[in-house]
Every structure is written in structure tokens, then in C-alpha cells.
């Protein structure tokens, strides 16, 4: 079992930053591939960026270039540095940890952490 507790939301004006931060306990945290996903209203939720165990990044086109996802083992801590925010990164972020064991998968979530982006 895995719980994971984000911070760092809140809002900010177009074009400024946040970083959040996901602290993970009750488990092996290095063991799992960490995400970052987010839901505005309306619309299903999606995969913003990702980390492998191994510490392999990866993003969704949109944020490509703008967003920084980074993992620190030792504080079982994952992190999503987001810049150039635009409107339409507004959404609830949620962070996940999964992994694959032989054919079980392990899937957790937090609770959210609201982004506004406005003027």
C-alpha cells in the first residue's frame, strides 16, 4: 500500500510557475514509476508527465519544454516543476505511483492539488 500526499497548488497569473510536490510513504517508493496527471471539469482525466524508477522522464506534447518532472529517492518525493503556465493547465493535478509485479499491477493516487491559471 502506497499514500501519497501532493502540495504546492494554488493559483498563479498566465505565463508564471509552480512546483508541486508528491511525498509518498508505506512503501518502497523507488520501486515505482511516478506520474503526474491532471482532470479539468468536463474532460477525462490525463497523463501530464511521468518517471520511470530509473529516473527516464517523459511528457505529454502539450507541456513539453514547460514542465519538469523529477523524482528524489531519498525523500520519496516527486516533484513537477511547471513554467510558462497557460490557462488551459488549469485542472486538478493528481499524483500516481505504479508498478508491475510478474501479472499484478499496483496503482495508487492522491488526493489532488488544484492549478488555476488566470489573470
Known amino acids: 500500500q502506497v499514500q501519497l500526499v501532493e502540495s504546492g497548488g494554488g493559483w498563479v497569473q498566465p505565463g508564471g510557475s509552480l512546483r508541486l510536490s508528491c511525498v509518498a510513504s508505506?512503501?518502497?517508493?523507488?520501486?515505482?514509476?511516478m506520474g503526474w496527471y491532471r482532470q479539468a471539469p468536463g474532460k477525462q482525466r490525463e497523463l501530464v508527465a511521468a518517471i520511470t524508477s530509473g529516473g527516464s522522464p517523459n511528457y505529454a506534447d502539450s507541456v513539453k519544454g514547460r514542465f519538469t518532472i523529477s523524482r528524489d529517492n531519498a525523500k520519496n518525493t516527486v516533484y513537477l516543476q511547471m513554467n510558462s503556465l497557460k490557462p488551459e493547465d488549469t485542472a486538478v493535478y493528481y499524483c500516481?505511483?505504479?508498478?508491475?509485479?510478474?501479472?499484478?499491477?499496483?496503482?495508487?493516487w492522491g488526493q489532488g492539488t488544484q492549478v488555476t491559471v488566470s489573470s
Open positions: 508505506g512503501s518502497i517508493f523507488s520501486l515505482y514509476a
Open positions: 500516481n505511483a505504479y508498478r508491475v509485479v510478474f501479472i499484478s499491477q499496483y496503482n495508487y
